[in-house]
């Protein structure tokens, strides 16, 4: 895997830090959070992310009062994961 396997980010003032999952770890996490017809259930994605990439600080999605900030830290572990960054 190439890139870094670890990454820390501030958002809102919170240090996180993520960590990559391996490839095929990333697919069945996708698929774990898919319904029936294939469409993604958003609260699944955000909760296995939490659980895999997001190593510290831990948090589960009912840690989090401002949702913004929720969508902000998942958001960035999974362009952390995608191997996506800021500039594109």
């Not at 960590?19 to 909760?47: A, F, S, T």
């Not at 989090?64 to 952390?80: G, K, L, N, S």
Request: aromatic share 6%; proline share 3%.
């Amino acid at each position: 895997m190439s890139g870094s396997m670890q990454e820390k980010v501030t958002i809102n003032g919170t240090e996180y830090t993520f960590q990559k999952v391996l490839p095929r770890e990333w697919l069945r996490m996708r698929d774990r959070c898919k319904n029936k017809h294939g469409m993604p259930i958003e609260e699944r994605l955000y909760d296995e992310v939490l659980k895999h990439i997001v190593v510290s600080p831990k948090k589960t999605l009912d840690d989090f009062t401002d949702v913004q900030e929720m969508e902000e830290v998942v958001t960035a572990a999974i362009r952390f994961q995608r191997g996506v960054s800021d500039e594109e």
